[in-house]
């Protein structure tokens, strides 16, 4: 009976030593973080270059004439690798090329209302491949809509909703890439214009009329 016994403790207690864990092995780690330090240079382009020049003449014997892009600009977020939101824009003036410092135009924000030495100005955006040719007519609805509203001085940031023309979408799109308002590093957009000239002029020197894309990092 004895035996029967230390033969059942014996069984018993291999079988709890085979039931219970293993004891835990002490283990250690080491962490190398990469910081990666961002040197972040924001740049867009027009046609390839800081600055475009796009000439278109007016004839002072149309009064509050409409005149709207030929063929469309192309801009470039030519960052490198850098993601950003465009805003668009104009100064609070003309600048006189013919006589520097001389007589300008007042940008006016009203494309209904533009006075003795004022102009107007508005811009849409299309995609990537609108034609050449292919920007809205002066006279055409494209400027009447909310998505083209005169530019002012005050920065406006490019969306689905400001500045993207519905109808120039020929294989692409003309909002940006996404939700967020942002341009991909290397993407581009065609630009349209359309300037409302003054009603009277008390000059006849050339007078640029900018339209500025200012790059930002996304908010």
């Not at 007016?58 to 977020?77: C, I």
């Not at 494209?142 to 400001?162: F, G, I, R, V």
């Not at 009603?199 to 050339?206: I, L």
Request: one cysteine or more; charged letters at 10%.
């Amino acid at each position: 009976m004895l035996r029967k016994r230390l033969i059942a403790l014996a069984w018993w207690a291999a079988a709890l030593a085979a039931a219970s864990p293993a004891p835990a092995r002490a283990i250690s780690s080491a962490t190398l973080d990469i910081e990666v330090i961002i040197t972040a240079n924001l740049s867009v382009e027009i046609d390839g270059l800081p600055t475009s020049t796009a000439p278109v003449h007016w004839d002072a014997a149309n009064p509050n004439q409409a005149l709207a892009s030929v063929s469309s600009a192309t801009l470039r977020n030519n960052s490198g690798a850098v993601t950003e939101a465009w805003s668009l824009s104009t100064d609070a003036n003309t600048e006189n090329v013919s006589t520097p410092g001389g007589s300008s135009w007042t940008i006016a924000g009203s494309t209904i209302s533009v006075g003795p030495d004022q102009a107007a100005v508005q811009a849409v955006i299309g995609s990537s491949n609108t034609a050449a040719g292919g920007c809205p007519a002066a006279a055409a609805t494209d400027w009447n809509a909310s998505y083209a509203p005169p530019l002012t001085p005050a920065l406006q940031e490019y969306s689905s909703a400001l500045f993207a023309d519905p109808n120039l979408n020929a294989n692409g799109t003309p909002d940006p890439d996404n939700a967020a308002n942002q341009i991909y590093a290397g993407h581009a957009r065609a630009l349209c214009w359309r300037a409302i000239m003054p009603n009277s002029t008390s000059t006849t020197d050339t007078q640029v009329i900018p339209v500025i894309v200012t790059a930002a990092l996304p908010p």
